[in-house]
């Protein structure tokens, strides 16, 4: 027979103590703190207190965890800016501190970057057609979250090579 789970509550002074830990051992933003408080029912206050003072203590900065994010994300993930800029504003990250960090990226690593990218996904493809390649790749890079205009210029020169 199937049971409702029971609600887990805990208090602030509780709460508090374990987002302590919780950020302590990793980046979060304010976005994720909320979430989680919100799932052990703290009211509204209590989580505005929590993460008031997760600030105040330098627990939680949207700054440092934005840089680390665009960081992860472009190098391990090999994300481009559009998919990263719509991850941090679904977390509720400030547009100027998305742009600030966005800044960090090298122009010639992100374009080598896509270029590897494009390159090894060629090598999958098995397809005669220049035209349908150059489409598939296209479709490809910029489910990767990369700007079509870089995304055309580096196809020119890859599909141009192959001739």
């Not at 009211?43 to 929590?50: E, I, S």
Request: aromatic letters at 10%.
């Amino acid at each position: 027979m199937y049971q409702k789970k029971k609600e887990f509550t805990i208090s602030a002074d509780a709460a508090l103590a374990k987002v302590q830990f919780i950020c302590s051992r990793q980046e979060k933003c304010c976005s994720d703190i909320r979430k989680k408080l919100q799932n052990w029912n703290l009211t509204p206050d209590d989580q505005d207190k929590v993460i008031e003072s997760l600030i105040e203590n330098k627990f939680i900065d949207e700054e440092r965890y934005t840089n680390f994010y665009v960081r992860d994300k472009f190098r391990f993930n090999r994300w481009g800016r559009i998919k990263i800029i719509h991850h941090l504003k679904q977390k509720q990250i400030p547009e100027w501190i998305i742009s600030t960090a966005l800044e960090q990226i090298d122009e010639k690593e992100y374009a080598d970057c896509l270029h590897d990218l494009l390159v090894s996904k060629m090598r999958s493809i098995k397809e005669d057609d220049s035209y349908q390649l150059k489409a598939k790749l296209f479709r490809f890079a910029q489910s990767r979250g990369f700007e079509s205009s870089i995304i055309l210029s580096i196809l020119e020169d890859l599909i141009a090579g192959m001739k």
